[in-house]
C-alpha cells in the first residue's frame, strides 16, 4: 500500500534506516522508517487518508507521523530536494539527494535504502559500503567528524555493537576516544545524555553495553566518581537476574528496567553524589526527591534488616510488610539485587511473591455492621486485621470479625 501511494504520486519511496539493517540481519524490527524523495508530509497525507489514520507532520523538518487506527506507527523523512535543489531536477539529481539524507546518518549499517515503489520493489541503494559492514558485523561511522558533530553517537555506536553482537571498528573507536578527550560529551544537555542511558539501560542485556562505557571512559560524565567497581558490576548482574524472575512472574506488572540499572550502576554513590548525577542527567526534580528519598529508605532498611538477621531474630510477616510496604518494585528489587545477605534477599522474594498481594476481607462498611463506630480507631483496626491476616492469624472473615469485636 506504501508502494502504491508513492507510485501514485509519482515519488520515489525507501524503508531506511534500522528496519532495513534488521531487515538484513534477520532481527525483528516493527519499526518502518521512510524516505520519501520529494515531499514527504504530501506522502504521509495521502496515505493516512487511503489507510484512515493520522498524521502529526513537522513541515519544518519535512517530517511526519503516520499513526494507523491500529495504533501502529510509521516515520516519514523527505529527502529535502526543495532545501538544496534548483527547479527542474533531473533524477540523477534526485538520487544524489537520497545519498545527502543518507550522509548524514550516524552509521554505515544503518544508511541502506530499499526502494519500495512497484518498478524498482526490493532495490537496494548502498552508498557507504553498509551491505559490507553488516556482513563484517562492523559499526562505522561515515566522516571522522561524526562524534563531534553529534556525540551522542557515542552511546549509539556502543548500543548497536553489544544489542547486534557486532564490533565497532577500530578507527571509529579512536574518533570515540578523542572525542572525549576533547570533552564533547560535556556540551550535551541533561536531556539527551539520560534518554541515551535510559535506552542503553532498556536493552535486553546492558551490562555489556555499560563494561564498553567504563572502558572508554564514558562514565565520568554522568559523575566524576561513577566507576564499574567489581562490586557495581555485581550489583548489575544480580539486576539482571532478578528482573528476569520477576519477569518470568509478573508479566503485567510495569517495571522500570532502566531504573534498577541505574541504581545498581550508582550503588557506590555518596547520597550527594547520587543526586548530582541525576541532576546532571536532568531528571525531573520530583522524580529525583522521590528515587533519592526511596534509596535512601531502602539503605537504612537493609542494615536494619541485615541486623536483624545477624541476632538470629525471627521476623513476623507482618513487619517484613511494614518494612518494604510504599516501596516501589524498581527499589525492591534494586534492594534485592545489593544485598549480599541471601536470607535478605529471600525477604524481599517473599514480600514480592506473596506479602504484597495480601488483603484483609473486611471494610469500613462490614465494621460498621459489626456496630463499631467509626473513627480514627478505624485506620488502628484495619492495621491490625492485615497484620493478622499477614501472620496468618486469621484466615476468614469470620475470625476477623471476632478480632475486629475485640
Ligand atoms: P532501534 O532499533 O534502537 O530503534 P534504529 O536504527 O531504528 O534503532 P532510531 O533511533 O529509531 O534507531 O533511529 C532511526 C534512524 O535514524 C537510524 O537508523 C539512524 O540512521 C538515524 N539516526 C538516529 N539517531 C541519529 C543520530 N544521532 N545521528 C545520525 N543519525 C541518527
Do not use: W
Given at each position: 500500500d506504501l508502494g502504491r501511494t508513492g507510485d501514485e504520486l509519482g515519488l520515489p519511496v525507501y524503508a531506511v534506516g534500522g528496519f532495513v539493517r534488521d531487515l538484513l540481519l534477520g532481527v525483528e524490527n516493527l519499526d518502518l522508517d521512510l524516505t520519501v524523495e520529494g515531499d514527504g508530509i504530501f506522502f504521509a497525507e495521502r496515505f493516512a487518508r487511503a489507510k484512515g489514520g493520522r498524521v502529526r507532520s513537522h513541515p519544518a523538518f519535512g517530517t511526519a507521523v503516520v499513526v494507523l487506527s491500529d495504533g501502529s506507527k510509521l516515520d516519514v523523512a523527505s529527502t529535502r530536494l526543495e532545501y538544496y535543489e534548483s527547479p527542474g531536477v533531473l533524477p540523477t539529481v534526485e538520487r544524489s539527494s537520497l545519498r545527502h539524507d543518507l550522509y548524514r546518518r550516524d552509521f554505515?549499517?544503518?544508511?541502506?535504502?530499499?526502494?519500495?515503489?512497484?518498478?524498482?520493489?526490493?532495490?537496494?541503494?548502498?552508498?557507504?559500503?553498509?551491505?559490507?559492514?553488516?556482513?563484517?558485523?562492523?559499526?562505522?561511522?561515515?566522516?571522522?567528524?561524526?562524534?563531534?558533530?553529534?556525540?551522542?553517537?557515542?552511546?549509539?555506536?556502543?548500543?548497536?555493537?553489544?544489542?547486534l553482537a557486532f564490533r565497532i571498528a577500530p578507527h571509529t573507536e579512536n574518533l570515540i576516544r578523542s572525542?572525549?578527550?576533547?570533552?564533547?560529551?560535556?556540551?550535551?544537555?541533561?536531556?539527551?545524555?539520560?534518554?541515551?542511558?535510559?535506552?542503553?539501560?532498556?536493552?535486553?542485556?546492558?551490562?555489556?553495553?555499560?563494561?564498553r562505557m567504563a572502558m572508554l571512559g564514558l562514565l565520568p560524565f554522568i559523575h566524576p566518581q561513577l566507576r564499574l567497581s567489581p562490586e557495581t558490576e555485581r550489583a548489575m548482574t544480580e539486576s539482571s537476574r532478578l528482573l528476569t524472575w520477576f519477569r518470568l512472574l509478573y508479566l503485567n506488572d510495569p517495571c522500570q528496567q532502566w531504573q534498577v540499572y541505574f541504581l545498581a550502576l550508582c550503588e557506590r554513590l555518596r547520597d550527594d553524589e547520587f543526586q548530582e548525577a541525576c541532576r546532571r542527567l536532568s531528571m525531573p526534580g520530583?522524580?529525583?526527591?522521590?528515587?533519592?528519598?526511596?534509596?535512601?529508605?531502602?539503605?537504612?532498611?537493609?542494615?536494619?534488616?541485615?541486623?536483624?538477621?545477624?541476632?538470629?531474630?525471627?521476623?513476623?510477616?507482618?513487619?517484613?510488610?511494614?518494612?518494604?510496604?510504599?516501596?516501589?518494585?524498581?527499589?525492591?528489587?534494586?534492594?534485592?539485587?545489593?544485598?549480599?545477605?541471601?536470607?535478605?534477599?529471600?525477604?524481599?522474594?517473599?514480600?514480592?511473591?506473596?506479602?504484597r498481594h495480601m488483603r484483609r476481607e473486611l471494610d469500613g462498611n462490614a465494621l460498621k455492621e459489626l456496630g463499631l463506630a467509626p473513627g480514627p480507631n478505624y485506620s488502628r483496626i484495619m492495621k491490625r486485621l492485615l497484620d493478622a491476616r499477614l501472620d496468618a492469624e486469621v484466615g476468614t472473615a469470620e475470625e476477623e470479625r471476632t478480632l475486629a469485636r475485640e
Open positions: 554505515t549499517i544503518n544508511t541502506l535504502a530499499i526502494c519500495i515503489n512497484s518498478d524498482r520493489f526490493g532495490m537496494v541503494t548502498d552508498f557507504f559500503g553498509g551491505q559490507q559492514d553488516i556482513q563484517q558485523r562492523t559499526v562505522r561511522v561515515l566522516h571522522n567528524l561524526s562524534f563531534v558533530e553529534d556525540p551522542t553517537r557515542v552511546f549509539r555506536a556502543i548500543r548497536f555493537e553489544q544489542r572525542a572525549l578527550r576533547m570533552k564533547v560529551l560535556d556540551r550535551v544537555g541533561g536531556i539527551r545524555l539520560f534518554n541515551e542511558l535510559v535506552l542503553i539501560l532498556n536493552e535486553q542485556e546492558p551490562l555489556g553495553a555499560v563494561r520530583r522524580f529525583v526527591s522521590q528515587v533519592f528519598a526511596h534509596r535512601h529508605r531502602a539503605l537504612v532498611m537493609l542494615e536494619t534488616l541485615q541486623r536483624r538477621l545477624k541476632r538470629a531474630q525471627d521476623l513476623r510477616n507482618s513487619e517484613i510488610y511494614d518494612s518494604f510496604h510504599g516501596l516501589p518494585l524498581e527499589i525492591l528489587l534494586y534492594l534485592a539485587a545489593r544485598t549480599k545477605n541471601d536470607q535478605v534477599r529471600r525477604l524481599v522474594s517473599l514480600y514480592i511473591t506473596r506479602l
